[in-house]
Protein backbone atom coordinates (compact mmCIF):
# COMPACT_ATOMS: atom_id res chain seq x y z
CA UNK A 1 0.00 0.00 0.00
CA UNK A 2 1.54 3.26 -1.02
CA UNK A 3 1.37 6.42 1.26
CA UNK A 4 1.81 10.05 0.67
CA UNK A 5 2.90 11.97 3.76
CA UNK A 6 2.30 16.30 3.11
CA UNK A 7 5.33 17.28 5.28
CA UNK A 8 8.97 16.49 6.23
CA UNK A 9 8.63 18.48 9.44
CA UNK A 10 9.24 16.03 12.63
CA UNK A 11 5.61 15.06 13.02
CA UNK A 12 5.38 13.65 9.23
CA UNK A 13 9.11 12.31 8.94
CA UNK A 14 8.18 10.28 12.45
CA UNK A 15 4.98 9.10 10.94
CA UNK A 16 6.88 8.15 7.76
CA UNK A 17 9.34 5.80 10.01
CA UNK A 18 6.17 4.37 11.14
CA UNK A 19 4.76 2.97 8.57
CA UNK A 20 7.70 2.16 6.55
CA UNK A 21 8.45 -0.16 9.28
CA UNK A 22 5.26 -1.58 9.45
CA UNK A 23 5.53 -2.55 5.85
CA UNK A 24 4.19 0.40 3.86
CA UNK A 25 5.30 1.71 0.88
CA UNK A 26 5.76 5.71 1.87
CA UNK A 27 6.99 9.13 0.20
CA UNK A 28 7.06 12.59 1.59
CA UNK A 29 6.58 15.85 0.20
CA UNK A 30 8.36 18.99 1.31
CA UNK A 31 9.26 22.15 -0.32
CA UNK A 32 12.51 22.67 1.49
CA UNK A 33 15.93 20.80 0.81
CA UNK A 34 15.90 18.58 3.91
CA UNK A 35 13.68 17.38 6.47
CA UNK A 36 12.55 19.58 9.52
CA UNK A 37 13.70 22.86 7.88
CA UNK A 38 10.47 25.37 8.82
CA UNK A 39 8.96 24.72 12.71
CA UNK A 40 11.02 21.96 13.38
CA UNK A 41 14.32 23.79 12.60
CA UNK A 42 15.28 26.17 15.68
CA UNK A 43 12.83 25.51 18.46
CA UNK A 44 13.16 25.46 21.96
CA UNK A 45 14.13 21.70 22.15
CA UNK A 46 12.07 20.56 24.65
CA UNK A 47 10.18 17.35 24.84
CA UNK A 48 7.63 18.16 27.76
CA UNK A 49 5.50 15.07 28.16
CA UNK A 50 4.29 16.74 31.36
CA UNK A 51 3.39 20.04 29.83
CA UNK A 52 -0.31 20.01 30.05
CA UNK A 53 -1.46 23.26 30.70
CA UNK A 54 -2.54 24.70 27.54
CA UNK A 55 -2.81 28.87 26.72
CA UNK A 56 -6.41 28.71 26.43
CA UNK A 57 -6.71 28.61 30.78
CA UNK A 58 -8.37 31.38 33.09
CA UNK A 59 -4.54 32.05 34.47
CA UNK A 60 -3.96 33.28 30.62
CA UNK A 61 -7.31 35.01 30.12
CA UNK A 62 -6.35 37.08 33.35
CA UNK A 63 -3.42 38.54 31.88
CA UNK A 64 -4.63 39.06 28.27
CA UNK A 65 -5.89 42.56 28.98
CA UNK A 66 -2.64 43.47 29.90
CA UNK A 67 -0.63 41.75 27.27
CA UNK A 68 -2.77 43.26 24.64
CA UNK A 69 -0.68 46.89 25.22
CA UNK A 70 2.59 45.37 26.52
CA UNK A 71 5.48 45.06 23.60
CA UNK A 72 7.04 42.90 25.49
CA UNK A 73 4.16 40.34 26.62
CA UNK A 74 4.49 36.75 25.88
CA UNK A 75 1.39 36.61 23.91
CA UNK A 76 0.91 39.25 21.13
CA UNK A 77 -1.95 40.27 18.71
CA UNK A 78 -1.29 41.83 15.73
CA UNK A 79 -4.90 43.09 14.91
CA UNK A 80 -5.60 42.64 11.27
CA UNK A 81 -8.74 42.01 9.28
CA UNK A 82 -8.46 38.57 9.20
CA UNK A 83 -11.46 36.24 9.56
CA UNK A 84 -9.63 33.06 10.18
CA UNK A 85 -7.47 34.89 13.77
CA UNK A 86 -10.95 36.29 14.40
CA UNK A 87 -12.38 32.91 14.41
CA UNK A 88 -10.11 31.29 16.24
CA UNK A 89 -9.37 33.80 18.71
CA UNK A 90 -13.26 33.39 19.64
CA UNK A 91 -12.64 29.47 20.20
CA UNK A 92 -9.76 30.89 22.01
CA UNK A 93 -12.05 33.03 24.67
CA UNK A 94 -14.48 29.74 24.67
CA UNK A 95 -11.76 27.47 26.16
CA UNK A 96 -10.43 29.76 28.67
CA UNK A 97 -12.32 28.05 31.48
CA UNK A 98 -11.69 25.95 34.34
CA UNK A 99 -13.60 23.74 33.35
CA UNK A 100 -11.99 23.26 29.72
CA UNK A 101 -8.70 23.83 30.70
CA UNK A 102 -8.94 21.10 32.99
CA UNK A 103 -10.76 18.78 29.83
CA UNK A 104 -7.60 19.86 27.27
CA UNK A 105 -4.96 19.55 30.01
CA UNK A 106 -6.51 15.94 30.55
CA UNK A 107 -6.07 15.21 26.45
CA UNK A 108 -3.02 16.68 26.43
CA UNK A 109 -1.44 15.11 29.36
CA UNK A 110 -2.38 11.77 27.92
CA UNK A 111 -1.20 12.55 24.59
CA UNK A 112 2.39 13.63 26.65
CA UNK A 113 3.14 10.17 28.40
CA UNK A 114 1.93 7.89 25.14
CA UNK A 115 4.50 9.68 23.14
CA UNK A 116 7.08 9.12 25.38
CA UNK A 117 7.02 5.77 25.45
CA UNK A 118 6.53 5.77 21.36
CA UNK A 119 9.50 8.33 21.94
CA UNK A 120 11.79 5.64 23.89
CA UNK A 121 10.82 3.18 21.64
CA UNK A 122 11.83 4.78 18.56
CA UNK A 123 15.77 5.59 20.52
CA UNK A 124 15.70 1.90 21.20
CA UNK A 125 15.27 0.63 17.93
CA UNK A 126 17.82 3.18 16.31
CA UNK A 127 19.91 4.62 18.58
CA UNK A 128 19.37 7.87 17.00
CA UNK A 129 22.02 10.72 18.31
CA UNK A 130 20.04 14.00 18.66
CA UNK A 131 22.02 15.89 21.62
CA UNK A 132 19.66 13.99 23.83
CA UNK A 133 19.64 15.08 27.47
CA UNK A 134 17.09 13.65 29.88
CA UNK A 135 17.79 15.45 33.33
CA UNK A 136 14.38 16.70 33.08
CA UNK A 137 12.59 20.41 32.48
CA UNK A 138 13.33 22.53 35.74
CA UNK A 139 10.35 25.02 35.42
CA UNK A 140 11.23 28.20 37.74
CA UNK A 141 8.64 30.88 39.18
CA UNK A 142 9.48 35.07 40.02
CA UNK A 143 6.18 35.50 41.69
CA UNK A 144 4.24 33.83 44.70
CA UNK A 145 1.50 34.48 42.32
CA UNK A 146 3.04 31.98 39.63
CA UNK A 147 4.56 29.50 41.62
CA UNK A 148 1.04 28.88 43.36
CA UNK A 149 -0.85 28.57 40.04
CA UNK A 150 2.26 26.28 39.37
CA UNK A 151 1.51 23.92 42.58
CA UNK A 152 -2.04 24.12 42.17
CA UNK A 153 -1.63 22.93 38.65
CA UNK A 154 0.91 20.28 39.60
CA UNK A 155 -1.71 18.58 41.72
CA UNK A 156 -4.26 18.81 39.36
CA UNK A 157 -1.84 16.92 37.05
CA UNK A 158 -0.78 14.40 39.48
CA UNK A 159 -4.43 12.97 39.61
CA UNK A 160 -3.30 11.62 35.83
CA UNK A 161 0.10 9.96 36.14
CA UNK A 162 1.81 13.13 35.95
CA UNK A 163 4.46 12.94 38.86
CA UNK A 164 6.93 15.70 39.33
CA UNK A 165 8.96 17.40 42.06
CA UNK A 166 8.10 20.78 43.59
CA UNK A 167 11.58 22.71 44.56
CA UNK A 168 12.33 25.56 47.03
CA UNK A 169 14.69 28.15 45.82
CA UNK A 170 17.40 26.35 47.29
CA UNK A 171 16.93 23.20 45.71
CA UNK A 172 16.99 24.61 42.07
CA UNK A 173 20.01 26.09 42.59
CA UNK A 174 21.55 22.69 43.67
CA UNK A 175 19.27 21.21 40.55
CA UNK A 176 21.11 23.97 38.19
CA UNK A 177 24.48 25.75 39.56
CA UNK A 178 24.46 28.40 36.94
CA UNK A 179 21.08 30.00 38.25
CA UNK A 180 23.07 30.85 41.11
CA UNK A 181 24.59 34.12 39.08
CA UNK A 182 20.92 35.56 38.48
CA UNK A 183 19.67 38.60 39.44
CA UNK A 184 16.18 37.76 39.15
CA UNK A 185 14.43 36.89 42.49
CA UNK A 186 13.11 32.97 41.99
CA UNK A 187 10.50 32.03 44.47
CA UNK A 188 10.59 28.40 43.50
CA UNK A 189 10.67 26.08 40.68
CA UNK A 190 8.84 22.35 39.83
CA UNK A 191 11.23 19.54 38.73
CA UNK A 192 9.65 17.77 35.36
CA UNK A 193 11.82 15.15 35.87
CA UNK A 194 10.60 12.61 33.27
CA UNK A 195 10.76 14.97 30.41
CA UNK A 196 13.72 15.30 28.16
CA UNK A 197 15.41 17.42 25.29
CA UNK A 198 16.72 17.31 22.05
CA UNK A 199 17.59 19.08 18.45
CA UNK A 200 14.45 18.34 16.54
CA UNK A 201 16.15 19.45 13.51
CA UNK A 202 18.83 16.86 13.45
CA UNK A 203 16.61 14.00 14.95
CA UNK A 204 14.61 14.55 11.65
CA UNK A 205 17.28 14.18 9.12
CA UNK A 206 18.75 11.26 11.22
CA UNK A 207 15.78 9.63 11.52
CA UNK A 208 14.73 10.90 7.79
CA UNK A 209 18.17 9.10 6.97
CA UNK A 210 17.05 6.05 8.61
CA UNK A 211 13.48 5.36 7.61
CA UNK A 212 14.93 5.62 3.67
CA UNK A 213 18.04 3.14 4.31
CA UNK A 214 16.24 0.86 6.67
CA UNK A 215 12.75 0.33 4.82
CA UNK A 216 12.96 2.60 1.51
CA UNK A 217 11.12 5.50 2.23
CA UNK A 218 11.11 8.32 -0.46
CA UNK A 219 11.59 12.10 0.13
CA UNK A 220 10.44 14.04 -2.32
CA UNK A 221 12.59 17.34 -1.08
CA UNK A 222 11.77 20.68 -3.07
CA UNK A 223 8.41 19.81 -4.16
CA UNK A 224 5.66 22.38 -3.65
CA UNK A 225 2.38 21.30 -2.85
CA UNK A 226 -0.55 23.82 -4.46
CA UNK A 227 -3.53 21.28 -4.01
CA UNK A 228 -5.55 17.85 -3.10
CA UNK A 229 -7.37 16.46 -6.22
CA UNK A 230 -10.68 14.40 -4.28
CA UNK A 231 -13.21 12.06 -6.05
CA UNK A 232 -16.32 10.11 -4.55
CA UNK A 233 -14.86 10.98 -0.93
CA UNK A 234 -11.31 9.83 -1.10
CA UNK A 235 -8.19 11.28 -2.50
CA UNK A 236 -6.60 10.64 -5.83
CA UNK A 237 -3.94 12.89 -5.91
CA UNK A 238 -1.52 15.07 -4.52
CA UNK A 239 -1.13 18.56 -7.62
CA UNK A 240 2.38 19.56 -6.78
CA UNK A 241 4.62 22.11 -9.07
CA UNK A 242 6.18 18.95 -10.36
CA UNK A 243 2.21 17.31 -11.16
CA UNK A 244 0.65 15.20 -9.89
CA UNK A 245 1.17 12.22 -7.58
CA UNK A 246 -0.97 9.66 -6.13
CA UNK A 247 -0.97 6.67 -3.21
CA UNK A 248 -3.55 4.55 -1.97
CA UNK A 249 -3.89 6.74 1.64
CA UNK A 250 -2.47 10.40 2.43
CA UNK A 251 -1.09 12.26 5.62
CA UNK A 252 -1.90 15.76 6.01
CA UNK A 253 1.51 16.87 8.30
CA UNK A 254 1.93 20.47 7.00
CA UNK A 255 1.52 21.72 10.32
CA UNK A 256 0.29 25.95 9.87
CA UNK A 257 -0.30 25.52 6.19
CA UNK A 258 -2.96 22.53 6.69
CA UNK A 259 -6.28 24.21 6.80
CA UNK A 260 -5.23 26.13 3.81
CA UNK A 261 -5.29 22.81 1.62
CA UNK A 262 -7.78 20.91 3.30
CA UNK A 263 -10.57 23.82 3.11
CA UNK A 264 -11.17 23.58 -0.84
CA UNK A 265 -12.38 19.92 0.81
CA UNK A 266 -15.32 21.22 3.11
CA UNK A 267 -12.84 20.24 6.08
CA UNK A 268 -12.90 23.36 8.24
CA UNK A 269 -10.07 23.17 11.09
CA UNK A 270 -9.32 25.98 13.79
CA UNK A 271 -5.58 25.89 13.09
CA UNK A 272 -3.87 29.23 12.90
CA UNK A 273 0.05 30.14 13.22
CA UNK A 274 1.39 31.30 16.18
CA UNK A 275 4.82 32.94 15.78
CA UNK A 276 7.76 31.99 17.61
CA UNK A 277 11.20 32.83 17.68
CA UNK A 278 14.79 31.91 19.16
CA UNK A 279 18.44 32.34 19.48
CA UNK A 280 21.06 30.02 19.35
CA UNK A 281 24.53 30.95 20.65
CA UNK A 282 27.46 28.80 21.94
CA UNK A 283 27.13 27.78 25.27
CA UNK A 284 29.70 28.23 28.10
CA UNK A 285 29.97 26.92 31.81
CA UNK A 286 27.20 29.98 32.95
CA UNK A 287 24.87 28.15 30.97
CA UNK A 288 22.48 25.93 32.17
CA UNK A 289 22.98 22.10 31.70
CA UNK A 290 19.32 21.07 32.68
CA UNK A 291 16.67 22.24 30.18
CA UNK A 292 14.79 25.41 31.80
CA UNK A 293 11.41 26.37 31.46
CA UNK A 294 10.94 30.38 32.79
CA UNK A 295 7.32 30.07 34.04
CA UNK A 296 6.89 33.88 34.44
CA UNK A 297 8.30 35.20 31.16
CA UNK A 298 7.24 32.05 29.45
CA UNK A 299 10.93 31.16 27.66
CA UNK A 300 12.63 27.75 27.46
CA UNK A 301 16.15 26.88 27.49
CA UNK A 302 17.88 23.67 26.35
CA UNK A 303 21.39 23.04 26.05
CA UNK A 304 22.12 21.28 22.75
CA UNK A 305 25.16 20.02 22.71
CA UNK A 306 27.62 23.30 22.53
CA UNK A 307 25.10 25.26 22.52
CA UNK A 308 22.21 27.02 24.41
CA UNK A 309 19.26 27.38 22.43
CA UNK A 310 16.26 29.99 23.95
CA UNK A 311 12.84 30.53 22.42
CA UNK A 312 9.75 32.18 23.23
CA UNK A 313 6.98 34.34 22.51
CA UNK A 314 3.74 33.37 21.25
CA UNK A 315 2.55 36.22 18.49
CA UNK A 316 0.02 36.29 15.99
CA UNK A 317 0.25 37.83 13.08
CA UNK A 318 -0.72 36.03 10.11
CA UNK A 319 1.51 34.03 7.78
CA UNK A 320 4.59 36.09 8.42
CA UNK A 321 7.39 34.23 9.54
CA UNK A 322 10.36 36.71 9.31
CA UNK A 323 12.06 37.30 12.76
CA UNK A 324 10.67 40.79 14.50
CA UNK A 325 14.23 42.33 15.74
CA UNK A 326 11.42 43.30 18.71
CA UNK A 327 10.36 40.20 20.01
CA UNK A 328 13.86 38.94 19.71
CA UNK A 329 14.47 41.67 22.49
CA UNK A 330 12.56 40.62 25.61
CA UNK A 331 13.73 36.97 24.78
CA UNK A 332 17.40 38.59 25.16
CA UNK A 333 16.92 40.69 28.19
CA UNK A 334 15.32 37.89 30.03
CA UNK A 335 17.60 35.57 28.84
CA UNK A 336 20.71 37.45 29.94
CA UNK A 337 19.20 38.52 33.75
CA UNK A 338 18.21 35.01 34.72
CA UNK A 339 22.07 33.68 33.09
CA UNK A 340 23.86 37.28 33.04
CA UNK A 341 27.77 35.19 32.56
CA UNK A 342 26.48 33.31 29.32
CA UNK A 343 28.20 35.33 26.52
CA UNK A 344 25.21 37.27 25.15
CA UNK A 345 27.45 39.68 23.06
CA UNK A 346 28.39 37.28 20.97
CA UNK A 347 26.28 36.78 17.37
CA UNK A 348 22.96 35.45 18.48
CA UNK A 349 21.82 32.95 15.19
CA UNK A 350 18.02 34.44 15.61
CA UNK A 351 15.04 32.16 13.76
CA UNK A 352 11.15 32.90 13.47
CA UNK A 353 8.75 30.05 12.58
CA UNK A 354 4.78 29.24 12.53
CA UNK A 355 3.68 27.14 14.92
CA UNK A 356 0.17 25.31 14.02
CA UNK A 357 -2.02 26.19 17.37
CA UNK A 358 -5.37 24.95 17.85
CA UNK A 359 -7.39 27.44 20.54
CA UNK A 360 -8.13 24.51 22.91
CA UNK A 361 -4.66 23.15 22.92
CA UNK A 362 -4.28 19.60 21.40
CA UNK A 363 -3.41 18.55 18.08
CA UNK A 364 -6.05 17.42 15.78
CA UNK A 365 -4.97 13.66 14.78
CA UNK A 366 -6.92 10.75 13.00
CA UNK A 367 -9.67 10.38 10.23
CA UNK A 368 -11.35 12.90 8.18
CA UNK A 369 -14.83 12.82 5.68
CA UNK A 370 -11.89 11.22 3.00
CA UNK A 371 -11.51 7.64 3.69
CA UNK A 372 -7.89 7.59 2.71
CA UNK A 373 -7.29 11.14 4.36
CA UNK A 374 -5.49 11.15 7.47
CA UNK A 375 -4.63 14.20 9.73
CA UNK A 376 -1.48 14.79 12.29
CA UNK A 377 -1.59 18.45 12.17
CA UNK A 378 -2.24 21.15 14.93
CA UNK A 379 0.13 20.44 17.57
CA UNK A 380 1.21 24.22 18.32
CA UNK A 381 4.19 24.38 20.97
CA UNK A 382 4.57 20.52 21.20
CA UNK A 383 4.83 18.76 18.09
CA UNK A 384 7.99 17.38 19.37
CA UNK A 385 6.93 16.35 22.37
CA UNK A 386 4.24 14.64 20.48
CA UNK A 387 5.34 13.63 17.56
CA UNK A 388 6.17 9.81 18.44
CA UNK A 389 2.62 9.33 19.49
CA UNK A 390 0.96 11.10 16.97
CA UNK A 391 2.78 9.14 14.46
CA UNK A 392 1.83 6.09 16.27
CA UNK A 393 -1.92 6.61 16.31
CA UNK A 394 -1.80 7.33 12.79
CA UNK A 395 0.31 4.43 11.49
CA UNK A 396 -2.45 2.14 13.77
CA UNK A 397 -5.47 4.01 12.51
CA UNK A 398 -3.81 3.15 8.98
CA UNK A 399 -4.04 -0.57 9.63
CA UNK A 400 -7.40 -0.50 10.93
CA UNK A 401 -6.14 -1.24 14.45
CA UNK A 402 -6.78 0.18 17.63
CA UNK A 403 -4.86 3.38 18.12
CA UNK A 404 -3.08 3.36 20.81
CA UNK A 405 -4.79 5.21 23.17
CA UNK A 406 -8.45 6.85 23.69
CA UNK A 407 -8.93 10.31 20.84
CA UNK A 408 -11.27 11.68 22.50
CA UNK A 409 -10.74 15.23 22.24
CA UNK A 410 -7.46 14.84 19.67
CA UNK A 411 -9.65 14.36 16.58
CA UNK A 412 -11.41 16.92 14.22
CA UNK A 413 -15.03 15.84 15.55
CA UNK A 414 -14.29 17.88 18.70
CA UNK A 415 -15.10 21.24 15.78
CA UNK A 416 -17.90 19.63 14.45
Known amino acids: MKIIILGSGVLGVTTAYELGKRGFEVMVIDRQATSGAETSFANGGQLSYSHGEPWA????????????????????????????MIKWGLKFLHNCTIARAHINCVNLLRLGIYSKQCFDAIRAETGIVFDHSDKGILHLYGTDRDFDHAKRQNDFQAKFGCEQRVLSHEECLDLEPALTHTSRRLVGGIHAFADESG??????????????????????????????????????????????????????????????????????????????????????????HISITDGTHKIVYSRLGSRLRVAGTAEFAGYNAAVNEKRIAPIVKAASALFPKADWHQDLHKWGCLRPSTPDGPPVIGLTPYRNLFLNTGHGTLGWTQAAGSAVIVANLMENKLPGIMLHGLTMERYL
Open 199 to 288: DAYLFSNALAKIATERYGVQFRYGTTIKGLHSANKQIVAVNTDQGDLSADGYVMAMGSYSPIHLRPLGIKLPIYPMKGYSISLPANDACP
Open 57 to 84: SPAALKKLPKWLFDSEAPLVFRLRADWQ
